[in-house]
């Protein structure tokens, strides 16, 4: 089962504390979701191929495609994070 929760917070702070509010804001909601058994998903890929029919290929070959499938998981990350980056107004993908 997936499920996705945004959690919005607003609140008003005097210049330059807002930084430290936030923080603690985060650890506050991050704390009352642990003590629900709720946890943050961790970024992880699994890259898994399926067994080869062929039997032919040598481990050499078969190493090479796990390695061109991590490859390919990567950039794949890379393009989401960039859009995820454009998408929050900063286009060099800069947090």
């Known amino acids: ?3 996705v929760m945004t959690i919005r917070v607003k609140f008003k702070a005097q210049p330059g504390t807002h930084f430290v509010i936030r923080r603690e804001a985060y650890r506050r909601i991050t704390e009352a979701l642990n003590a629900q058994g709720i946890y943050y998903a961790h970024r992880k890929v ?4 399926p067994e080869t029919k ?3 290929q040598t481990p050499e070959e078969t ?3 796990v390695l061109l499938a991590g490859a390919a998981a ?3 990350l890379g393009k989401e994070e960039k ?7 900063n286009p060099a993908g800069m947090s």
């Open 46 to 49: 699994i890259v898994e191929l």
């Open 83 to 89: 859009k995820k980056a454009a998408a929050q107004g």
């Open 63 to 65: 190493q090479k495609d």
């Open 54 to 56: 062929n039997e032919t």
């Open 1 to 3: 089962m997936r499920s």
């Open 74 to 76: 990567q950039a794949q």
